[in-house]
């Protein structure tokens, strides 16, 4: 069995989640009936992670550490009132947290691609690059005997979409030529990193997508309350095909990044 980057991505999802339930119940008291079906599902996530040696961290995870600490310090009436008025030092804790794990829940393949990746490195390489992840930037050259060219490349190319900045110490990290700077598109309620180049005929696709999409939800409707004749059969059939072939385009379009979710480790 494996684990792979969309795993470790469920996994971050069920933690924050979890983790948005609990100051539900800690500070308002409210009944939160589902936590338990969200705890028992990460606590089997997180077991099977631990068996294959994933350690997750998220980027800053210290500085989010460092804001949790200080969060311990106020009363829940403190923060109830700081939410309501928002103001106060509470709600701006509060909201500087929330724009890190935002964005680090948005990275979260991302995140997941790092820690499979660290799982697979001598100890002390590992140890290196979790250290770089939870400082949220890199200080200093990070040389790691555990990966080729070609892995530091790619794993280079991870650590910038999650903004683990690697401009000073490119040329050390990453020996070969690096390839255009990504860009984040939204696709199907997540994000994805294409080349510039990309945009364009993904956001295209995108577009003729819901289009499609659309007149088929129309159809299926009327479909519902009335035969369709011959003509009107073969006309929806056609959309049906045509909206496969659509998403066949955009998997091939993403194919480079998709398959780097087939980042796994055995447990």
Not at 87 to 116: S, W
Not at 184 to 213: F, Y
Request: aromatic share 6%; charged share 35%; with cysteine.
């Amino acid at each position: 069995m494996e684990l792979t980057a969309r795993d470790v991505g469920r996994l971050i999802e069920l933690g924050k989640k979890k983790a948005e339930l609990e100051f539900k119940k800690e500070v308002y008291a409210e009944e939160v009936p589902e936590l338990k079906l969200i705890e028992k599902n990460l606590a089997d996530l997180a077991d099977k992670a631990k068996v294959a040696s994933i350690v997750l961290v998220y980027p800053n995870q210290r500085k989010l550490d460092a804001l949790a600490k200080i969060m311990n310090g106020f009363s829940k009436d403190e923060i109830k009132r700081a939410i309501k008025a928002r103001e106060g030092k509470p709600y701006e804790i509060l909201h500087e947290r929330g724009a890190i794990v935002k964005a680090n829940y948005e990275n979260r393949f991302e995140i997941a691609k790092l820690c499979l990746i660290a799982a697979k490195m001598k100890p002390e390489d590992k140890k290196a690059l979790l250290d770089v992840i939870a400082a949220g930037c890199l200080a200093k050259p990070l040389k790691l005997e555990s990966l080729d060219d070609s892995e530091k490349k790619k794993l280079a190319q991870i650590m910038k979409r999650c903004g683990l900045g690697l401009a000073e110490f490119e040329k050390e990290f990453m020996p070969t030529n690096h390839e255009e700077a990504e860009v984040k598109v939204e696709l199907s309620n997540r994000m994805v990193w294409v080349n510039p180049k990309m945009v364009k005929q993904i956001e295209e696709n995108l577009k003729r997508i819901s289009e499609i999409n659309s007149k088929i939800q129309l159809k299926n409707a009327e479909r519902q309350i009335r035969v369709f004749g011959d003509e009107e059969e073969g006309h929806f059939n056609t959309l049906q095909k045509d909206y496969l072939g659509l998403l066949k385009e955009q998997d091939e379009l993403l194919k480079s990044y998709w398959d780097e979710e087939k980042i796994s480790v055995k447990i």
